[in-house]
């Protein structure tokens, strides 16, 4: 879900959306928010960041326009569990590397970073947005509508600037599984955050076996209707190792804890 014009329309940028209704309104596409009378625009999903950047950049949306608290709140959970468990990681006597998977400008690694400020931190992105042999690839990616250039304003150095503990990262630059070949070492918590079937199911692959008993791997868009990589890449892995993903309270994401 892109956004919600309140009382007039919803905005996606699934094209096989639009024409349709939702709780009584039509879905639109975001070219249609430009011939749209609205007062606010009500921002619903948790891609807070590339969601303004689509509306204020390509679409020309006056950003005071634009409310996005319920998307930041849905962000402010997935942070307290971070934060929270690291918390008890602690308590608990549990030590490793941590890393995220799908950086984007850092919003989260920087969460991930504060949290375990001990540990080294492994970002593993292009810092350059999809490329198109990623996304035609990548069934449930096509039926967003996204382009192949989503996520591209970003780069390292952004990432960094984000980070309160830049020293402890180290940067991954590449695809992934094949930028984490020599990455090596036990690991407490992971954010998967690919968006892509195959880089999520190959997270998930690599890190598994390298997390230290209770230590947590966290899975975003999970339950996202429109991103459907997540959901199938879990549900496969979890099945072939017994496993059972967890919700966490942010309505998208789950985590998989090592038991054994």
């Not at 204020?56 to 949306?61: F, L």
């Not at 799908?102 to 593993?124: H, M, R, W």
């Not at 690991?187 to 190959?202: G, R, S, T």
Request: hydrophobic share 40%; proline share 4%.
């Amino acid at each position: 879900m892109l956004a919600e014009i309140g009382g007039i329309a919803y905005c996606d940028q699934n094209s096989e959306l639009w024409g349709t209704t939702y709780f009584g309104l039509p879905v639109i596409s975001p070219t249609e928010v430009q011939k749209t009378d609205y007062d606010r625009i009500v921002i619903t999903a948790c891609s807070t960041d590339a969601i303004l950047f689509d509306l204020t950049q390509k679409y020309e949306v006056n950003e005071d326009k634009i409310i996005s608290e319920p998307a930041s709140q849905l962000n402010r959970s997935r942070n307290h569990f971070v934060h929270t468990f690291a918390s008890l990681a602690k308590k608990r006597g549990l030590r490793g590397n941590v890393a995220e998977g799908g950086v984007y400008q850092g919003n989260y690694a920087k969460e991930i970073n504060a949290a375990f400020p001990d540990s080294t931190l492994y970002l593993f992105d292009t810092f350059e947005g999809f490329v198109k042999t990623e996304t035609h690839n990548d069934e449930a990616y096509v039926k967003t509508g996204r382009t192949h250039s989503h996520f591209r304003n970003t780069s390292v150095q952004t990432v960094m600037n984000n980070l309160p503990y830049p020293n402890n990262a180290i940067i991954r630059k590449g695809f992934f599984p094949e930028s984490a070949t020599d990455v090596d070492g036990d690991f407490v918590f992971v954010n998967l955050d690919f968006d892509l079937y195959a880089p999520i199911l190959a997270g998930l692959e690599f890190f598994y076996p390298k997390l230290v008993i209770g230590g947590v791997i966290l899975i975003h868009d999970y339950f996202a209707s429109e991103v459907f990589a997540a959901n199938k890449a879990v549900d496969e892995f979890c099945l072939a190792h017994n496993l059972y993903p967890l919700p966490i309270g942010d309505v998208l994401s789950v985590a998989i804890i090592k038991q054994q």
